[in-house]
């Protein structure tokens, strides 16, 4: 999925599938699972004017990345799919569920026991007035213009835009 996301296009070619294809190659062999989680992350699109993790949380809590506690952080892995319909500020019930399905695979594979499952389950999702939310656009607007590092999830050293630009060169 990052090697698909490092393409601007979404044309359906077999050159394109096969530059993905060698992309993915080539992440897989130089990075840990944990470092193509992270560029997943900080390259994709979250709703509501955020690209990347950071921008995420700040749009959707107002905190910074290494900030968010569990439900926070399933709200956003939950918001992957379809930014728009599952975006806690336009369908609180709807993000809702689709946390707790991310809760409840994070307990499938082991990463959360049930009664955390329940106490998380229990709470509502807290996001931000809409002032909160103009006021992250604008910090985020402003942090593009000054060409800022991408932010990264769990507070993992900053990347910087040579890697994106390096994996899509060769």
């Known amino acids: 999925q990052l090697a698909r996301l490092l393409f601007l296009t979404r044309e ?3 050159k394109r599938k096969v ?3 060698m992309t993915a190659i080539r ?9 193509i989680l ?4 900080n390259q994709n699109y979250y709703g509501s004017g955020a690209y990347g993790i950071q921008a995420a949380a700040q749009v959707y809590f107002g905190k910074n990345v290494e900030d968010l506690n569990v439900s926070e952080c399933a709200v956003l892995v939950g918001l992957l799919p379809a930014p728009t319909r599952y975006s806690p500020l336009r369908n609180p019930k709807l993000s809702e569920q689709r946390r707790n399905l ?3 695979a994070m307990v499938t594979v082991g990463d959360l026991d049930e009664a955390t ?3 998380l389950t229990a709470q509502p999702i807290v ?8 006021g992250a656009k604008s910090a985020i607007r402003i942090a593009l213009r000054c060409s800022a590092p991408t932010m990264t999830f769990a507070g ?6 040579e890697h994106t630009s390096e994996l899509q060169s060769h």
């Open 27 to 35: 992440l897989e062999r130089r990075y840990a699972k944990n470092e």
């Open 38 to 41: 992270e560029m997943y992350l």
């Open 127 to 134: 996001a931000p007035t809409i002032e909160g939310v103009a």
């Open 102 to 104: 991310v809760l409840r």
């Open 19 to 21: 530059k993905e294809w």
């Open 12 to 14: 359906r070619t077999v």
């Open 156 to 161: 993992l050293a900053p990347r910087s835009e």
């Open 117 to 119: 499952y329940d106490s």
